[in-house]
Nanobody, 128 residues
Framework: QVQLVESGGGLVQPGDSLTLSCEGSGFSLDDFAVGWFRKAPGKEREGVSCISNSDGRTYYADSVKRRFTISRDNAKNTLFLQMNSLNSEDTAVYYC?????????????????????WGKGTRVTVSS
């Protein structure tokens, strides 16, 4: 059974850092493109970051470039998202997802990009 479980969300203050984790089971993460997405209230789901399964290249939404870092630990079958300099605009439910035929550039550029498997999400709230 394919499963993705996110963790690491919480309430933080502006300027703080947070690391999200996503543990996969039932499959190998390195067989897929992997990404983080987020859904804020009243907004469409957007792609935050993605790792291509064709060349390992990383992609980031403009809003998180130079603040967020995506990484994966294939041995642990786990995906990470290091988030620095958080601000209120980063408040959202964050989802990890995997896809076989994923265009990572499109995934972080266009809203509501479809992936094959999704986790249930972890909430991040940035507030003073």
């Amino acid at each position: 059974q394919v499963q993705l479980v996110e963790s690491g969300g919480g309430l933080v203050q502006p300027g703080d850092s947070l690391t999200l984790s996503c543990e996969g089971s039932g499959f190998s993460l390195d067989d897929f493109a992997v990404g983080w997405f987020r859904k804020a209230p009243g907004k469409e789901r957007e792609g935050v970051s993605c790792i291509s399964n064709s060349d390992g290249r990383t992609y980031y939404a403009d809003s998180v470039k130079r603040r967020f870092t995506i990484s994966r630990d294939n041995a642990k079958n786990t995906l990470f998202l290091q988030m620095n300099s958080l601000n209120s605009e980063d408040t959202a439910v964050y989802y990890c997802a995997v896809g076989v035929f994923t265009n990572c550039h499109q995934a972080v550029t266009f809203p509501n990009y479809g992936m094959d498997y999704w986790g249930k999400g972890t909430r991040v709230t940035v507030s003073s």
